[in-house]
C-alpha cells in the first residue's frame, strides 16, 4: 500500500501509509524477480552454447570473453533502473527501481438499485436507479510524502473528495504522518472509513449525522500516531473543497484514539473514543443533517432532523466497540451532539444522538477486514477469486440503527433493522444486497405522522 493511502478507506480508501506489503505482493516480486533472472540466464547459455559447439571454428578470445560479460552487465544494468508495474491493487502501480516513486490510478464505480413499499404515503413508494459514485483519481509517493487526488460524480454533480499531501515521520519514537489538505476525518468506525469498505452499502447512521456542519472531509492539518494496537489523531479543518468561497469557514478540532487490548492472527478487540468542537460561521447551511434511513436514492424516507438558526458552535463525542473472532466481526457505536446559538427565542442548547449495532459472518473464502493500524474496515482479501475460477467469498449481515432528534425544534426520531449479504467476487469487486425495514416519527416536513416500510437496495460495486 501506498504512504498516500489510509487504509480503509477512498471514500479512500480509503489512503495513508499502509502497513506492510502482504504475502500476494511479496510473492509476486519475488515472482517477477526469479524471471528476470531466467531471461539472462537463458541468454548467457545461448551464447555459451553457441561458443562451445564442435563446429565453431575457434574458442572466443579473452578480449571477446570479456566483451561479452561487459554486454551482460550493462544487461542486467538496464534491467534494474526499469520501473516494475504491479497490479495486485486491481490497477497498474509503477514504482521506480530504487522504490522510492510511486504511481497509480484509482477509482470506483457504484451501481445502485432501490425499491421501497409499505409506506402509508404513496410519494415514499419509489423504485429507481442510480450511479451512486464515479470515483477516478490518482495517487502517488516520493520518499516520505504520499499525496492523493480524486474527484466523485454523484448526486448529479461533480465534488471534490480526497486531495491531499502527507508527510512520514517519527514522534516520540513512533510512526507518524501529518496530512495537509481534503481528506476523510477521523471519527468512528463507520466514519473513518470508506464506503468501499464498510460492510453495508451506507456508513450507519453515528457516521453520517454525528459529525460537524462541515461533514465528512475538511481542509486542513491532520496529525496521526500509530502504536502497537493503538492509534490516535488530532486535526484542525475548515470546510471541504466545495465551499463557494464568499463566506467564513466554520472551524472545527477534533481528535480520535484506538486501543487493541487483545490482537491476535484472528481475533481482535477494538476500543475506541473521539470528540471534536466546532465554531459555525454565521449563515452556514446543512448545520444538522436528515437520516437517510432508509438508503441513499429514496430522498423521501428520511428522519426530520427540524430547523437550527442561529448555531454558533458544537460539540460531539463517541464511543466504539468491535470485535474479530475468525469469520465474524461485530461493532457497535454510539454518538451525541450538542449545538449551541441565539435565535428568536434567545440563547438556545440542543443535542442529538444515535447509535448502531451491526455484526456479519463471513461464511465462505474470505475473513473480516479489520486495520489495526487505524481502527478501521478495508480491503476484503478473497482467497479463491471468481476471476481466477473460484467462488469468490460471501458474508451475511444485520444491522439495527437508531436516530433521535427530538431535542431539537422540529426534530423527529426513526430506526431501522437491515439484514444483507455481500458477494465479494474477487478483491476488487463485490454484489451487495440490503433489506432495511424502516420507521420514522417525524414533527416536520411533508409525513408528519409515524410510518414504516421497507426498502431493498442492492449494488455493484468496482474499485480500483
Do not use: C
Not at 480503509?8 to 533472472?37: F, M
Not at 413499499?117 to 509517493?141: K, Y
Not at 442548547?349 to 475473513?367: E, I, K, L, P, R
Amino acid at each position: 500500500m501506498l504512504v498516500a493511502a489510509a487504509s480503509g478507506s477512498g471514500e479512500v480508501a480509503a489512503q495513508t501509509r499502509g502497513p506492510t506489503p502482504d504475502a500476494a505482493e511479496l510473492l509476486q516480486l519475488v515472482q517477477a524477480q526469479a524471471a528476470r533472472i531466467e531471461r539472462l540466464e537463458r541468454r548467457l547459455a545461448a551464447v555459451e552454447g553457441v561458443a562451445s559447439t564442435t563446429d565453431a571454428p575457434a574458442p572466443a578470445s579473452a578480449p571477446e570473453a570479456a566483451g561479452l560479460a561487459a554486454r551482460l552487465d550493462k544487461l542486467e544494468q538496464a534491467q534494474g533502473k526499469q520501473p516494475s508495474v504491479s497490479w495486485s491493487k486491481g490497477a497498474p502501480q509503477f514504482t521506480s527501481a530504487d522504490g522510492r516513486a510511486v504511481f497509480r490510478p484509482r477509482g470506483r464505480v457504484f451501481l445502485d438499485a432501490s425499491s421501497t413499499g409499505g409506506s402509508d404515503f404513496a410519494g415514499r413508494n419509489l423504485s429507481g436507479t442510480e450511479v451512486r459514485s464515479l470515483r477516478l483519481g490518482a495517487e502517488g509517493a516520493y520518499g516520505g510524502i504520499g499525496w492523493v487526488l480524486e474527484g466523485d460524480f454523484a448526486d448529479n454533480g461533480v465534488s471534490w473528495k480526497s486531495a491531499y499531501v502527507n508527510f512520514a515521520h517519527t514522534l516520540f519514537g513512533q510512526k507518524s504522518e501529518l496530512t495537509v489538505g481534503n481528506r476523510l476525518n477521523d471519527r468512528g468506525i463507520d466514519g473513518s472509513s470508506s464506503t468501499s469498505n464498510t460492510p453495508f452499502q451506507e456508513r450507519n447512521v453515528v457516521g453520517t449525522l454525528v459529525l460537524p456542519q462541515r461533514g465528512l472531509f475538511g481542509v486542513g492539518l491532520t496529525e496521526r500516531v500509530f502504536g502497537r494496537g493503538w492509534h490516535a489523531s488530532v486535526s484542525v479543518a475548515g470546510n471541504d473543497l466545495d465551499n463557494a468561497g464568499d463566506g467564513n469557514d466554520s472551524l472545527t478540532w477534533a481528535a480520535r484514539a484506538h486501543w487493541n487490548p487483545l490482537k491476535r492472527e484472528r481475533t481482535v478487540v477494538h476500543l475506541g473514543a473521539w470528540a471534536f468542537h466546532e465554531d459555525i460561521a454565521a449563515g452556514s447551511a446543512g448545520v444538522v443533517r436528515a437520516a437517510a434511513i432508509g438508503g441513499h436514492f429514496n430522498d423521501e424516507v428520511k428522519i426530520a432532523p427540524g430547523s437550527v438558526t442561529g448555531a454558533e458552535r458544537g460539540r460531539g463525542h463517541g464511543l466504539e466497540l468491535a470485535t474479530v473472532a475468525g469469520p465474524f466481526w461485530s461493532s457497535g457505536e454510539w454518538g451525541r451532539r450538542r449545538i449551541e446559538g441565539l435565535d428568536r427565542r434567545g440563547n438556545y442548547a440542543a443535542d442529538y444522538d444515535a447509535y448502531a449495532v451491526s455484526a456479519g459472518w463471513f461464511v465462505s473464502g474470505a475473513a473480516p477486514a479489520y486495520v489495526a493500524d487505524t481502527g478501521t474496515w478495508g480491503r476484503v482479501k478473497v482467497e479463491r477469486p471468481v476471476t481466477a475460477g473460484g467462488h469468490g467469498a460471501w458474508e451475511l449481515k444485520a444491522r439495527y440503527e437508531n436516530a433521535d432528534f427530538r431535542d431539537l425544534p422540529g426534530g423527529g426520531a426513526g430506526h431501522a433493522w437491515t439484514v444483507g449479504a455481500n458477494w465479494y467476487l474477487n478483491d476488487y469487486s463485490r454484489l451487495m444486497l440490503d433489506l432495511v425495514r424502516w420507521q420514522t416519527d417525524n414533527r416536520s416536513g411533508k409525513y408528519l405522522v409515524a410510518d414504516e416500510g421497507y426498502t431493498l437496495n442492492t449494488r455493484l460495486q468496482l474499485v480500483f
